[in-house]
C-alpha cells in the first residue's frame, strides 16, 4: 500500500481523499492542514489531522505527499519545503513561471533524494500531454486550446467586486464556429477572444441599476471588454441552485499534414462536472508515479512529460499489454 | 542526426521516408527491400536501397532500424530478427498475440543491448496510450472504442472474393447515436456491432447479379451478417476517382465517475486522411525515443506505455517544460 497524505483540505484536498478511495493500493494517512486540525471533518474519520508544521515527524509514515493548495502563494512556498521532505506531487498552474517552479523543486528533491512531480491535472497535465503527443507526431501542424465551459474563478470574483452585485458566477464557453473551423482543417488565426465566449450570471442588490452594472462588466478591460460577453440576471436562490457546481474542461486540437499535403486530425477533450474532483484523480495516478519512480532510485524534480505512462497505472507492465495495448 | 533504416518500402515505408523529412534531427540512410533493390524508386534518390539479406553488414550505420512490414506473416519473423542487430520500431498490431510478440522481440534485443519498441501507431498506439491515461486517471469508468470513418482491408478483401464482384472498398463508419449516448455518460452496453455500420462500394463484371450479390455481401457470416450493412454499386472509375485514398480514425471515449458520483468524460479522436501516413509519422516519433533509451544504456522490448512522454518530442525537457506544459 502506498502511503498519501494531503497538505491543505479545501476542495482538492477532498477531491483527493475521495480519489484515494478509487484505488486499491494506496491508502491516505495523514491531512495536514494550516488550520486548527480539530476543526477539520474528514469524510473518513480514521484519518488523522494535523498541523503542518507536524509534517516533518512524519517522514517516514508517508510515501507521496499531495500538495493541495494554490498556485498564487501556497505552492511556491510550500513546493520546495516539502520537497526536501518527501516525495511530493502538486497541480502547480501557473504557466510563465512554471521553468522557475520546477528549479526550485528540484533543487529540493534532489538534495533529498525524492522525487516531487508539479503542475499535475489537465492544463497544466493531460492538455499538456496531448499537446505535446500530438506535436511529436505531426510537426507540421497548428495547436488550439479551446478552454470551457466551465467556470473562471478570476472572472467569477471580478464580477463580484462591482458595486451593487452581490453574487455572481462565470462561464468561459467555447465558440462551436471555431472548434467546427478547426476540426476541418481551416487552420484559421484565432486569438483566445476570437475562440471563446463569456457567459456571466449575476444577482444584484436591491434596487441596484441593472443595465449600468451590465455595462460596467461588459467594458470590464482585460476580463470582458474585448469579448464577446452575456450577461443574465438571475435570483439568489437560482444562483445557488444550478451554479454551485464546479464544471469544466476543454479541447486541444492539432491540426497537420504528412506527406504531400495529406491532413490530419488529432483532439483531445474533457467534459468535467467538477474541475477539483478531476484535478484531484490526475493527482492520485500522479502519486503512484512519484512512488515508483522513488523506488527506482530516481530524484528531482519532473513532470507529466518525464513518466513512462505505464507508472500511472495500477496494472503490471504485461497487463497492460495484454488488456489495454 | 540519428541515422535511420527502414525495412519494407511499402505505404507504410514510403510513409516513413515522407515522415523522417518533417524531424529536422534525423535522415534516412537506407532502404531494406526483399525485391531487387534495383527496382525500388525512392522519393529521395541519394538514399541507399539495399536487399534485406545485407542489412547485418551496415549495423553500426544505423540507429534505429524501422520495420514497415505487416503484422500477420512480416513482424512475427522480422521483429526479433532485426532486434538482435539494431534498434527497431514497428507497427505490430495483432491484439491478441502482443504478449507473445513482445517475449519474442524481448528476448533478442536484450541479448543484442538494443531497444526494440513494438506495436507502434494509432491502434495500438496513441489510442492504447490515450486508454491507459484514462482508465488510470478514472478507475470507476467504461472505456469505448469506435473506428472510422475507415477503410478496413480485411472486410475490402471479403468483398472482392465474392462472385461477379470486380473491385470494392468497405468503409468502418462508427455510429453517431451511440457516441452521443456514451458522451451523454449514460453509459450503455454496446457490442462492437451496435457501435459501427459498414459501408460498401461494390463495382460488379458486366452481367453481374446485383441483387445476389448484396444479399451474399451482407449475409456473409464474420464479416457483415451481424452488421448493419449498406452496399452502393458504383462504376470502375469512381472506385479509381472517389475511394483510392486510405482514411481513418475514431474515438476513445472514457465515461467515469469521482467522489459521490460526480460525472466526466475523457475523449480522444483521430480524423487521418491517410493511415500509412499517419501510422509512419508516430512510427518516427517512436524513432527518436528508441534512440534515446539506447543511449540511456536501456534494452528490451518497450511500447508506447514504457516510453517518458518527453523522449518522442525534437524539444528538450526544459524547452518542452516552458512551451507545452
Known amino acids: 500500500m502506498i502511503r498519501i497524505g494531503i497538505v491543505g483540505y479545501g476542495n482538492l484536498g477532498k477531491g483527493v481523499e475521495l480519489a484515494i478511495k478509487q484505488n486499491s493500493d494506496m491508502k491516505l494517512t495523514y491531512v495536514f492542514t494550516r488550520r486548527a486540525p480539530e ?4 469524510k ?17 509514515e508517508i510515501d507521496v505527499m499531495i500538495l493541495c493548495g494554490g498556485s498564487a502563494t501556497d505552492l511556491p ?18 504557466h510563465a513561471k512554471i521553468p522557475q517552479y520546477f528549479e526550485a523543486v528540484d533543487q529540493a528533491s534532489k538534495a533529498a533524494g525524492k522525487v516531487g512531480i508539479i503542475s499535475v491535472g ?6 499538456s500531454m496531448n499537446r505535446m503527443l500530438a506535436e511529436a507526431v505531426l510537426p507540421q501542424g497548428t495547436e488550439y486550446t479551446f478552454w470551457g465551459r466551465g467556470v473562471s474563478q478570476g472572472h467569477s470574483d471580478a464580477i463580484r467586486r462591482v458595486k451593487g452585485v452581490k453574487g455572481g458566477v462565470q462561464y468561459t464557453i467555447p465558440k462551436d464556429e471555431a472548434i467546427q473551423r478547426v ?15 463569456r457567459d456571466c450570471y449575476v444577482v444584484v442588490e436591491e434596487g441596484a441599476d441593472k443595465a449600468a452594472i451590465e455595462k460596467e462588466i461588459k467594458n470590464m478591460p482585460n476580463y470582458f471588454a474585448d469579448y464577446e460577453t452575456k450577461v443574465t ?3 439568489e436562490e437560482e444562483l445557488k441552485k444550478n451554479h454551485s457546481a464546479m464544471p469544466h474542461g476543454g479541447f486541444v486540437i492539432r491540426s497537420g499534414n504528412t506527406g ?20 484531484a484523480s490526475v493527482l492520485v495516478a500522479a502519486a503512484r508515479a512519484a512512488y515508483r519512480l522513488s523506488s527506482e532510485g530516481q530524484s528531482g524534480a519532473k513532470t507529466m512529460f518525464d513518466i513512462p505512462l505505464g507508472y500511472l497505472s495500477i496494472k503490471s507492465a504485461a497487463q497492460l499489454r495484454k488488456e489495454l495495448l
Open 122 to 127: 489537465w492544463d497544466p497535465g493531460l492538455f
Open 233 to 235: 440576471f438571475i435570483s
Open 260 to 279: 504531400e499535403n495529406t491532413k490530419h486530425i488529432i483532439e483531445f477533450s474533457l467534459k468535467l462536472d467538477s474541475n477539483p474532483e478531476f484535478t
Open 44 to 60: 473518513d474519520s480514521s484519518v488523522k489531522v494535523m498541523h503542518v508544521s507536524d509534517a516533518e515527524k512524519l517522514k517516514n
Open 77 to 94: 512556498e510550500q513546493g520546495p519545503v516539502f520537497a526536501r521532505m518527501f516525495n511530493t506531487v502538486d497541480s502547480f498552474d501557473t
Open 39 to 42: 476543526d477539520i471533518k474528514l
Open 183 to 197: 476540426r476541418n482543417g481551416e487552420n484559421p488565426n484565432l486569438t483566445t477572444k476570437e475562440k471563446h465566449l
